[in-house]
């Protein structure tokens, strides 16, 4: 398969503010972003940048979107894997690819986002068919992230980061965690995802206890059916 096959072709703009991210997060967010901006001035005095970084938590609440928003603040190239597209039957092909990715991103200084990295980074002690296999594949796995270059960034994504190598976990240096939005949040979620809309479009029957990218969804079906009904009745006025 082609390198440039598993690699997600995503060339989506997003703002940081954009991101809903709770106070403690986005803090921790424009810090690194700050860190990579003067990697230079912070390397002269013996200053460690953080680079590798895991997004943990529920599914559809940021954490892509985080990634995208960090690589447009450092106007840097994200390449987006998903790790559950990438293993292989034959677990040595899949190392070999994970390495050229990696080693792809360093020489290009991009912003690295693995997707579901518990995929491939489950616990070396776990019922795998082929354990051997697979715990050389996590130990490959960890030494790219020990030896990737510090002008580079890795951010890697789960939704289940309790079954994830505790040696894996160890290599980050900083974890943001996602949660389920409160209803609070979600309205005021909703108010800016409408606000671009007429104002007659904007009576959304709004649903709670769901995530943001649930939320977005359905509020976008809401209105296009609206207009959709909109426009018929013209169709049938003229």
């Keep these: 398969m082609s390198l440039y096959n598993l690699i997600i072709q995503d060339k989506e703009q997003v703002n940081l503010n954009e991101v809903f991210l709770d106070k403690n997060n986005k803090e921790h967010l424009v810090q690194l972003i700050k860190e990579h901006n003067y990697i230079k001035e912070l390397q002269e005095y013996g200053l460690p940048v953080n680079n590798k970084i895991l997004l943990q938590g529920s599914s559809g609440c940021g954490k892509t979107m985080t990634a995208k928003a960090i690589a447009n603040a450092l106007g840097k190239n994200i ?24 080693d792809k991103a360093a020489r290009e200084r991009s912003v690295l986002f693995l997707d579901e990295l518990d995929q491939i980074g489950k616990a070396r002690g776990s ?8 715990r ?6 960890i030494q790219l992230i020990d030896y990737y270059p510090e002008h580079s960034l890795l951010l890697c994504a789960t939704n289940h980061p309790e079954i994830i190598d505790t040696a894996l976990l160890r290599r980050f240096q900083l974890k943001i965690n996602y949660e ?9 979620f909703y108010d800016q995802l409408l606000a671009q809309f007429p104002e007659e479009m904007r009576t959304v029957e709004r649903k709670y206890s769901i995530s943001f990218a649930e939320a977005k969804d359905y ?20």
């Design 79 to 102: 390449m987006i894997l998903n790790l559950s597209n990438i293993v292989s039957s034959r677990i040595g092909e899949t190392s070999q690819n994970i390495k050229m990715i990696f």
């Design 127 to 134: 019922d795998d068919k082929d354990v051997g296999e697979m």
């Design 136 to 141: 050389r594949l996590v130990n490959t796995l």
């Design 180 to 188: 389920m939005p409160s209803a609070e949040v979600l309205d005021v």
């Design 219 to 238: 509020a976008f079906t809401v209105v296009k059916s609206a207009l959709i009904k909109k426009l018929e009745a013209k169709i049938v006025e003229n």
